[in-house]
Structure formats: structure tokens, C-alpha cells
């Protein structure tokens, strides 16, 4: 009992650990899964790459459809996830639950949604929202994406 901290410098510790150790516990998640991870475009299912439900086509097997393995749905593409890691980008410290398209730059939901909303100027004449991690022009249909994590889907 001598070595145990007081109280109060305990739960000082605590407050200071809490907003990231959400996202802490996210990556650690990511690292658990099959690397790279990837997200369907359509669902938002985040899988490890694998080849299952790929439909290819013409001489070169370009990849033209990616079935997702957990709802079945179609998606034109899926995107490899990446740690927004320049934290000034980031309005808060909630879950990274979403990420940019096409990038795939990971960031809590207000931080996509303010970012979606910007138009920075792009070009001569043009603006254009992009993301604030690599500066790719969003796509406007669908400039971020909701990402679905299957906590249990490889545990043996
Ligand atoms: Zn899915
Ligand atoms: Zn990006």
C-alpha cells in the first residue's frame, strides 16, 4: 500500500489518458486485423485485403466490383485506411470512425464533416473540399465514409 499513488493523482492520470485512449485502442484494433486494412465504399466494412469477391475484367483483371464478404454488398472500389496522424487536423478526440474518399485518411465525424465543407482553391479557378492530411480533392458524392469495424470477425 506504501507505493500506491493517492487518490487524486490517480484519477488526474486517468483524465489525462482519456481522450486518446479511444483512438489508442483503435489503432491497436487496425494492428490486430490483417494488414493493410480496407474499407468497402458502398457498406463501410473495414476487412483486411483479401481477393474474395473481387469481379475482374478485361486483359489486364482490372479489379471492377469488390464484394463485401460481411453484407454482400457491391462497391466500386475500397480504400486502404490511413492514421490521420498531423493532430492539428483534428477537431476532436473522438472514435476514427470515418475516413476521407479516396484517401482513406481516418478522422472522427466532425472533423470529416468540417473538412468536407471547406472549399480550399484549387487550380486556377476552381475550389475544391480536400483532405487536410494529404490535400486529395474529395470526392463529391461521397467525400467521407463511415467505417464499420467487425470487432470478432478473425478471432479464432
Ligand atoms: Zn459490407
Ligand atoms: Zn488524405
Not at 487550380?123 to 490535400?135: D, L
Request: aromatic share 10%; charged share 20%; with cysteine.
Amino acid at each position: 500500500m506504501k507505493h500506491a499513488q493517492p487518490k487524486a493523482e490517480r484519477e488526474k492520470i486517468a483524465l489525462f489518458a482519456k481522450p486518446n485512449a479511444q483512438n489508442h485502442l483503435l489503432s491497436l484494433k487496425l494492428k490486430q486485423h490483417f494488414e493493410p486494412n480496407e474499407v468497402y465504399l458502398s457498406c463501410g466494412h473495414v476487412q483486411g485485403r483479401h481477393d474474395w469477391g473481387v469481379a475482374r475484367e478485361g486483359p489486364d483483371k482490372n479489379p471492377t466490383s469488390f464484394k463485401c464478404p460481411i453484407c454482400l454488398v457491391e462497391s466500386p472500389k475500397t480504400i486502404q485506411l490511413i492514421m490521420g496522424m498531423e493532430s492539428a487536423f483534428h477537431l476532436d478526440s473522438e472514435a476514427l470512425d470515418y475516413c476521407f474518399n479516396p484517401c482513406g485518411h481516418m478522422a472522427s465525424v466532425s472533423t470529416v464533416r468540417y473538412w468536407s465543407r471547406i472549399p480550399l482553391p484549387h487550380g486556377t479557378n476552381s475550389f475544391h473540399p480536400v483532405c487536410p492530411f494529404c490535400t486529395s480533392l474529395l470526392c463529391m458524392d461521397k467525400p467521407y465514409v463511415r467505417l464499420i469495424f467487425q470487432d470478432h470477425c478473425y478471432d479464432s
